[in-house]
Each structure stands twice: as structure tokens, then as C-alpha cells.
């Protein structure tokens, strides 16, 4: 059974950064893209970030792009979000899934599509 758990979220001032991590087990974890994804409330999830199985291609949502960086250590099964200068509009419940078998990014990874395996995820608040 594929499990994700996301960690490193926390309350942070506008301008500070913060990076979170994301442990995936019952997965070749490095046989399939991962994405980070957030959703705030009253908003719909929405893709932040793709990174391709073995990290040649790294993609970003327009809002971060810039500021936040993705990584991953298929040795220890680990994904990594760097976010700097982070702003308010930040603030939401990061997970972090699998792509559903892709090796690659798919087209809708910023729609969220094409995920599975959602984690509970890890709250990031920015405040001003």
C-alpha cells in the first residue's frame, strides 16, 4: 500500500522560508513522478510543483516560480520542497502524491490530475 506523509509545514513571516519534506513508502518510488500540490481554503487543489522519477524535469506553478524549488533523493525515497520569500497567498495545506504510474509529468499535473496516494498533509501559514 503506497503511503506519503508530508512534514515541515509551520507558521512563518512573509519574506521567510520554510522547506518541506515527503516520505513515500510502498512505491519504486523512483519509477514515478512526484508533485507537490496545495489547497487553501474555500479554493480547490492546485499543482505547485513536478518533478520528473529521476529529477531531470522540474516544473512550477507561475505563482512560485522562482521562489519555491523541488528536489528529491530517490535513494531515501524523500521529496523536498524549498520555499523562499514566501507570501501570504502561500498559506494552505501542502500535500505532496505520486504520479498514477508516470515516469513524467503529466499534462494536468497542475490541475492535480493524474495523482494518487494523498498524504494528510502539512499546513504552512505565512503570516504579515
Known amino acids: 500500500q503506497v503511503e506519503v506523509v508530508e512534514s515541515g509545514g509551520g507558521l512563518v513571516q512573509a519574506g521567510g522560508s520554510l522547506r518541506l519534506t515527503c516520505r513515500a513508502s510502498?512505491?519504486?518510488?523512483?519509477?514515478?513522478?512526484m508533485g507537490w500540490f496545495r489547497q487553501a481554503p474555500g479554493k480547490e487543489r492546485e499543482g505547485v510543483s513536478c518533478?520528473?522519477?529521476?529529477?531531470?524535469?522540474?516544473y512550477y506553478a507561475d505563482s512560485v516560480a522562482g521562489r519555491f524549488t523541488i528536489s528529491r533523493d530517490n535513494a531515501k525515497n524523500t521529496l523536498s520542497l524549498q520555499m523562499d520569500s514566501l507570501k501570504l497567498e502561500d498559506t494552505a495545506m501542502y500535500y505532496c502524491?505520486?504520479?498514477?504510474?508516470?515516469?513524467?509529468?503529466?499534462?494536468?499535473?497542475?490541475?492535480?490530475?493524474?495523482?494518487?496516494?494523498w498524504g494528510q498533509g502539512t499546513q504552512v501559514t505565512v503570516s504579515s
Open positions: 518533478i520528473t522519477s529521476a529529477g531531470g524535469g522540474r
Open positions: 510502498g512505491l519504486t518510488f523512483a519509477n514515478v513522478a
Open positions: 502524491a505520486p504520479a498514477a504510474g508516470y515516469s513524467y509529468c503529466p499534462l494536468s499535473w497542475r490541475q492535480s490530475r493524474g495523482f494518487g496516494s
